[in-house]
């Protein structure tokens, strides 16, 4: 059965462990963005992200005519490439529809469980049927140094490939 001190160690060396292997990861992409190859497609998503950026205007040009076309003529495929369609639309003013399904369909309301959550302890004391009690959560420290072992403890393997 593993114990607590037992867990924290392992807790400990993963977080090391992943410390390193970030460190290491960093010094990794330092060397790629030196590269001319890495610079070069980095110059080129942002080419392609100037470009997207105009396609998404030249689309916008195209809907824009497309729908002054359909509104002129009626015709639902003004150009070849381009179709209108036509969706519904809910309006409704938020206060009246709320006041109505109050009234006529309350099974549409919802509740705001987060939004009630937080003002639990005050709706309690209007009457809300809320009880509120207390729940114990472990916390971590964020540092846990004192539980590591040594580094030729921790990376036995790292330290063998440095030798050979």
Known sequence: MTTLQNALRELAQARRQHEIANEYADEHRERVEAMTAYQEMIEAKKRANVLRSAIGDAEDVVRELALAEHAASGNYKPAHGVQIKEFSKVMYAPNLALDWCIAHAP?????????FEKAASVLRDLGAPVELTKEA??????????????????FPVIEDEKEG
């Open 107 to 115: 099974k549409y309301l919802a509740l705001h469980a987060k939004a």
């Open 137 to 154: 959560r472990a916390q971590i420290a964020t540092d846990l140094s004192a539980w590591l072992l040594s580094e030729q403890q921790l």
